[in-house]
């Protein structure tokens, strides 16, 4: 059975702090995604990783996928009030099918 | 993702009652995904469809949960006697076509937050 288990699952820091949020698994994944969701609203896309060891930037968040493609992490600097929400990571079940297992996710509150 | 129109947002049953939840997909998608998420937990995979074809429903529950996504109209969840269990956020995703590698991508509804009472 495929899971994907995400570290720390809550998370409070101050604005300007660093952090990290892990997600691992067992199995291979062809692609990972990370999305960030907020309250009452659908999960929305930050980025997907497709090559193991690849590593992606948009803006303060670097999203690195491992070199076997089972974990990926995502980095967040200097964060702010903004980066509030629930962060979730997601692998297709099979390569080419948009049949997502989802990380249990890690819930982020930046205090100003 | 504002494309995914879900409706309604909230819904109130009674137990017993039937939940009909819609979902009309971006324009020119014509693959729906339906998700459950209960609260504080990630989101579960329910239901794949293609127009008028239900492709993979491993995640549905096999009774009171059917889905359908007909050639004209929006794609329906329905959930027939409703318990308290089924209580839940259910989100709906479309995608254009079958993703090839690198191309995994699903834009998401809003969702509809179906309270059981």
């Known amino acids: 059975t495929q899971l994907l288990e995400q570290s720390p699952q809550f998370l409070s820091i101050q604005e300007g702090e660093n952090l990290t949020v892990y997600c691992n698994s067992s199995?291979?994944?062809?692609?990972l995604q990370w999305y960030r969701q907020e309250p009452g609203e659908g999960p929305v896309l930050l980025v997907t990783?497709?090559?193991?060891?690849e590593v992606k930037k948009l803006k303060r968040l670097t999203f690195q996928f491992g070199d076997a493609r089972k974990d990926s992490s995502l980095h967040i600097t200097a964060a702010q009030p903004g980066d509030t929400g629930l962060y979730l990571c997601?692998?297709?079940?099979?390569?080419?099918?948009?049949?997502?297992?989802f990380g249990t996710g890690t819930r982020l509150k930046v205090l100003a | 993702n504002a494309g995914v129109m879900q409706n309604p947002r909230h819904l109130v049953r009674r137990r017993g009652q039937e939940a009909r939840l819609r979902c009309s997909p971006m324009k020119g998608h014509s693959h729906v995904y339906w998700y459950r998420q209960l609260p504080e937990e990630g989101l579960k995979f329910m239901v794949y469809?293609?127009?008028?074809?239900?492709?993979?429903e491993s995640g549905m529950p096999k009774e009171r949960f059917s889905a359908e996504f007909p050639k004209e109209g929006p794609s329906i969840l329905r959930i027939q006697q409703v318990v308290r269990g089924d209580s839940a956020a259910y989100f709906c995703?479309?995608?254009?076509?079958?993703?090839?590698?690198?191309?995994?991508?699903?834009?998401f509804g809003q969702g509809t937050r179906l309270t059981v009472v």
């Open positions: 469809l293609q127009k008028e074809n239900i492709i993979d």
């Open positions: 995703a479309s995608s254009p076509q079958i993703g090839g590698q690198g191309n995994t991508e699903a834009f």
């Open positions: 997601a692998g297709p079940y099979t390569s080419g099918t948009y049949k997502y297992i």
């Open positions: 990783v497709v090559t193991g060891g």
């Open positions: 199995s291979v994944f062809s692609s």
